[in-house]
């Protein structure tokens, strides 16, 4: 197999990578620093899909490897990150508000894989989703931030990512 044929998946694992560091600085309470990572894997993941696209080596195996890699960056890194910044101290609801956001960005993912893609996105990217969660948080950490706020914006975004009735072109 050719080199050029395996830089798409590279940009993707890198995502995930990115993914990762975010999840461990939310551990090490560097919020900031977490929410970086995953504005950086959302850059990153722009470029995955349009170099295999360029290369002329889309596959199913990076489709797929793409969507998983996804799911941490955009889905479970933004919602670890609310959670600890922002829902740690309200129970079982911040749980329930946590959870819903990656079963929310996992569901869209996989209706996304098994549907013919139309150049309109049904619901709203996780990407984007996850990417307005890591702004919200920065714009938090200097400004005094409600939290029903973050408890909107995550049962929202969960709602816009598996709506019917939202509808993106892509660019």
Known sequence: MKVKSHI??????FNLSLGV??????LAENYYVAALFI?????????????????????????????????????VAPAILVWANHL???GIIGMIITVL?????????????????????????ITIAGGIVALANLYSINYNVNIYFF????VF??????SQKIRLKKR
């Open 8 to 13: 798409p998946n590279i940009f993707t694992l």
């Open 39 to 75: 504005l950086l894997a959302a850059l990153t993941d722009r470029f995955d899909g349009s170099l295999a696209r360029r290369f002329d080596v889309e596959s199913d195996l990076g489709k797929e490897l793409d969507s998983l890699c996804d799911l941490i960056s955009f889905g």
């Open 101 to 125: 956001f990656p079963v929310a960005g996992a569901y869209r993912l996989a209706r996304y894989n098994v549907t013919e893609f139309a150049g309109v996105y049904i619901g709203i990217p």
């Open 151 to 154: 408890i909107f914006i995550m």
């Open 88 to 90: 740690i101290g309200y």
């Open 21 to 26: 560091l975010s999840i461990i600085n939310i």
């Open 157 to 162: 975004l969960s709602y816009a990512m598996v």
